[in-house]
């Protein structure tokens, strides 16, 4: 089993401890590991962390300078250069837990699934006071079903099929390069292909919260993002305008009916802002099929 590890990064000095996670993983039996580091920037301002790894650790581990400031082709820089059966994606603010790959080999073996998603747990500030922050698990990222199935997948703790003809010709689309949304479409069109995802609950990744993003007006955002995502992926079937029409009319009834859950629910601090969140993501839908310009998240220090 050769597994290639792929890590995007853009101008953070976390990558350090990401890569010295991966270096301290249990490697099992009969399993080959190998890292590329595909950094963003204009500069190569990532270059001499990977060379520093480099020097002290036994994984091969491979720089790549992708420096046009769209995460789309940061990603495929990852994939051209992976020979390995299976590739993996974990963020660069992330730290990946020292059993990740044994749990994900016990995953694969004898599995037909194609993807294989594990768990985002967050790490918040020894200083953190937002209790309802903490108690909602609002920062962990896990798998959302439907009727048993998962919905769609991240790129955030993945381990894909990468040995099946489908995905060594598919690529992430640019146009999602500093909007966000490349991971879901490149899933969709995966699962089109006929490759079906599992979730791998033992595949644990941690990733540490600054207070940034410890704050409601942070979550609100992220969610808002999503649902322009969902509306742009949509978007790409050219729906007519009465399509259009019944998307924002749908989307605009879930708001309503998010929001006043949330007022009904104004005792509990955890549930009030689950709906409040859940509602801007709707939120995002309307916002993108009435063509209103996305957020750019990425390509910013």
């Given at each position: 089993?050769?597994?290639?590890?792929?890590?995007?990064?853009?101008?953070?000095?976390?990558?350090k401890?990401t890569?010295?996670?991966?270096?301290?993983m249990?490697?099992?039996?009969?399993?080959?590991?190998?890292?590329?580091?595909?950094?963003?920037?204009?500069?190569?301002?990532?270059?001499?962390?990977?060379?520093?790894?480099?020097?002290?650790?036994?994984?091969?581990t491979?720089?790549?300078?992708?420096?046009?400031?769209?995460?789309?082709?940061?990603?495929?820089?990852?994939?051209?250069?992976?020979?390995?059966?299976?590739?993996?994606?974990?963020?660069?603010?992330e730290?990946?837990?020292?059993?990740?790959?044994?749990a994900?080999q016990?995953?694969?073996?004898?599995?037909?699934?194609?993807?294989?998603?594990?768990?985002?747990?967050?790490?918040?500030?020894?200083?953190?006071?937002?209790?309802?922050m903490t108690?909602?698990?609002?920062?962990d990222?896990?798998?959302?079903?439907?009727?048993?199935?998962?919905?769609?997948?991240?790129?955030?703790?993945?381990?894909?099929?990468?040995?099946d003809?489908?995905?060594?010709?598919?690529?992430?689309?640019?146009r999602?390069?500093?909007?966000?949304?490349?991971?879901?479409?490149?899933?969709?069109q995966l699962?089109?292909?006929?490759?079906s995802?599992?979730?791998?609950?033992?595949?644990?990744?941690?990733?540490?919260?600054?207070?940034?993003?410890?704050?409601?007006?942070?979550?609100?955002?992220?969610r808002f993002?999503?649902?322009?995502?969902?509306?742009?992926?949509?978007?790409?079937d050219?729906l007519?305008?009465?399509?259009?029409?019944r998307?924002?009319?749908?989307?605009?009834?879930?708001?309503?009916?998010?929001?006043?859950?949330?007022?009904?629910?104004?005792?509990?601090?955890?549930k009030?802002?689950?709906?409040?969140?859940?509602?801007?993501?709707?939120?995002?839908?309307?916002?993108?099929?009435?063509?209103?310009?996305?957020?750019?998240l990425y390509?910013?220090?």
């Amino acid at each position: 089993m050769r597994v290639n590890l792929c890590v995007c990064t853009f101008r953070r000095a976390s990558l350090k401890e990401t890569l010295n996670s991966i270096d301290a993983m249990i490697i099992p039996e009969g399993v080959t590991l190998s890292i590329v580091v595909a950094d963003n920037d204009i500069a190569p301002s990532a270059q001499s962390i990977v060379h520093e790894f480099n020097s002290h650790s036994p994984l091969s581990t491979h720089y790549v300078h992708a420096p046009k400031q769209n995460i789309s082709i940061a990603r495929n820089a990852c994939l051209e250069h992976c020979d390995g059966d299976w590739v993996g994606f974990i963020d660069d603010d992330e730290l990946i837990d020292k059993h990740w790959l044994v749990a994900m080999q016990t995953a694969t073996e004898n599995s037909k699934h194609g993807i294989f998603l594990g768990p985002v747990k967050a790490l918040y500030q020894p200083n953190h006071r937002q209790n309802w922050m903490t108690k909602g698990a609002f920062h962990d990222t896990t798998p959302t079903f439907r009727n048993g199935d998962i919905c769609s997948g991240y790129t955030c703790n993945v381990l894909i099929r990468y040995s099946d003809p489908k995905v060594r010709s598919m690529r992430f689309d640019e146009r999602f390069g500093r909007t966000g949304g490349e991971d879901t479409l490149m899933f969709e069109q995966l699962q089109a292909q006929g490759l079906s995802m599992t979730y791998v609950e033992g595949a644990l990744v941690q990733e540490p919260v600054p207070d940034s993003r410890s704050s409601l007006r942070w979550l609100l955002q992220r969610r808002f993002r999503f649902g322009q995502t969902h509306a742009r992926v949509l978007l790409e079937d050219n729906l007519s305008i009465l399509t259009r029409v019944r998307h924002v009319t749908l989307a605009a009834g879930k708001a309503l009916f998010c929001y006043l859950s949330a007022l009904v629910m104004a005792f509990d601090a955890v549930k009030w802002r689950r709906w409040a969140i859940r509602g801007a993501l709707h939120l995002g839908v309307i916002s993108r099929m009435l063509k209103n310009k996305d957020i750019e998240l990425y390509g910013h220090a």
